[in-house]
């Protein structure tokens, strides 16, 4: 009988969900994160536009180490810039994965 209760234990749901509203301060919580994630993909724009002066400025000068590392921050940057603006979408998409998880 004690194998059972454990499983049990394990198998135990406890009824949490998130819920809109629960505590004081979320929507000024919510400002704050979009503030930030505007900070962010302006930040994202402005290495891109830095990256690419680098790897323009390495590949009209014949530096490969510049042009090489343009590049890479102009991947770099793009793909903050890909996950910013998805941010909600991909965070959304794991809760609800997570939701079916039983």
Do not use: C, P, R
């Given at each position: 009988m004690l194998l059972a209760d454990a499983v049990t234990q394990l198998a135990y749901d406890p009824g949490i969900t998130p819920s809109d509203g629960g505590l004081p301060g979320l929507s000024v919580l919510k400002q704050v994160m979009g503030s930030l994630n505007l900070f962010g993909i302006i930040a994202a724009v402005?290495?891109?536009a830095a990256s690419a002066g680098v790897w323009a400025w390495g590949n009209h000068t014949g530096g490969h180490q510049a042009e090489a590392n343009g590049k890479?921050?102009?991947?770099?940057?793009?793909?903050?810039?890909?996950?910013?603006?998805?941010?909600n979408g991909v965070v959304a998409f794991f809760s609800a994965l997570g939701t079916q998880v039983h």
């Open positions: 402005g290495a891109l890479k921050g102009v991947m770099v940057s793009a793909g903050a810039a890909l996950l910013l603006g998805a941010a």
